[in-house]
């Protein structure tokens, strides 16, 4: 588990965790004082461009004070392919919503995600999400 930044010490509220994907987004929904999160959404995106309308219904729903956006890396904690698009994914959205970003490393998060599901046809991204966005909770 990644060591958060010293800014995110002073983080509550409602949060949004993000799992980006190319095809997929999945959304979780936060809370620092109870440090859980729960599966939101699955937005849609094509070639990485996300459904900015779904997302914008979602902010606007739960105000969120932060966004955790899960860094996808090796298991050797290299970058990979990606890395850099879900970082510039969780930029865009900091600046598009004016709320403060933070990035957690994440590997392994879309295998929990497959564990945890409860139908063999039940997509996982949101899953994920709410699996990195716990994790950086529990890392506060």
């Known amino acids: ?22 095809k997929r987004i999945g959304v979780a929904v936060g809370q620092t004082i109870s440090r859980t999160a729960s599966p939101e959404a699955i937005v849609a995106s094509r070639d990485g461009q996300p459904d900015w309308q779904h ?8 105000q969120p ?9 090796r298991l050797n904690g290299e970058p990979q ?6 970082r510039k994914f969780g ?7 004016q709320t403060p970003v933070f990035f957690i490393e994440e590997q392994l998060s879309s295998i929990e995600a497959e564990q ?12 994920a999400a709410q699996i990195i966005l716990e994790n950086w909770l529990n890392a506060l």
Do not use: C, N
């Not at 930029?91 to 919503?97: A, I, K």
């Not at 945890?116 to 899953?127: A, C, F, G, M």
């Open 65 to 73: 004070t932060a966004i955790v956006v899960g860094l996808p890396m």
């Open 116 to 127: 945890r599901k409860t139908s063999s046809d039940q997509p996982i991204d949101d899953h």
């Open 91 to 97: 930029q865009r959205l900091s600046g598009r919503y």
């Open 81 to 86: 392919a990606l890395t850099q698009p879900a």
């Open 1 to 22: 588990m990644a060591k958060q930044p010293q800014s995110a010490a002073g983080v509550s509220g409602v949060l949004l965790g993000f799992d980006f994907g190319l």
């Open 55 to 62: 997302i914008s219904r979602i902010f606007e729903a739960w």
